[in-house]
């Protein structure tokens, strides 16, 4: 397995609040994007991380989801307490997507509009949904796919960790080979990139170095309006 992990600032912003983890020896892989407008945006994605970090433990592959589930929702309490004893960190909040990968398939637990791409068989496959007003409304029928890029309400979350005293987890469940790719990114990276481009990039790519850092420079090419966060593996 080949794995690299990238993070930049973008060109408008004035913090980074994504944050990333990956232990490439329990094969587990986390992605965080803080909250913007929100202050404590980057305490909240950091204490997710160092929460999953520190409470994601399985022996068993039937352990997998229940302590993803646990860790996700350990990690909403602690931003949550934390958020209440300090004024300044108030309403912080956070994406959260986790993966873990193990006797060949890929666990996810997501929370948010972060995303987890599965590029296998010369097909690129988006695992994750994303938990916003205008996904909801593509769901109930009240907006078309092509619009939702656009939609002003494309980046209005439904869900997100630690904005609550209690948060849904949403669990997925993939096969996964050798030769498969995973790409875990911020909404940094999805808007402005099409699942084409992300297509196209992974089905020529060799590296995950090379592949991750030309995904980035596109992205900062048409503007960089965000932080961008990038994990990708090759199985």
Sequence with gaps: MRVVGITDIGLHRKRNEDYFFIDQDKRIFVVCD?????KGGDVASRLAVETIQENLIFSVAEEIIPALQ??????????????KSDDALYEMGTTLTAAVIHDGSIVVAHVGDSSLYLYKEDQLIKVTRNHTLAEQMFNDGLLKKE???SNVYNHVLTRAVGVESHVEVDIYQEEIQAGDWVLMCTDGLTDLIEDEKIYETLRGADEPQEAAQELLNMALSKGGYDNITIVLLRV
């Design 34 to 38: 803080g909250m913007g407008g929100h």
């Design 147 to 149: 619009d939702m890029r």
């Design 70 to 83: 646990s860790a996700a929702k350990m990690a909403n309490r602690n931003i949550w307490e934390k958020g």
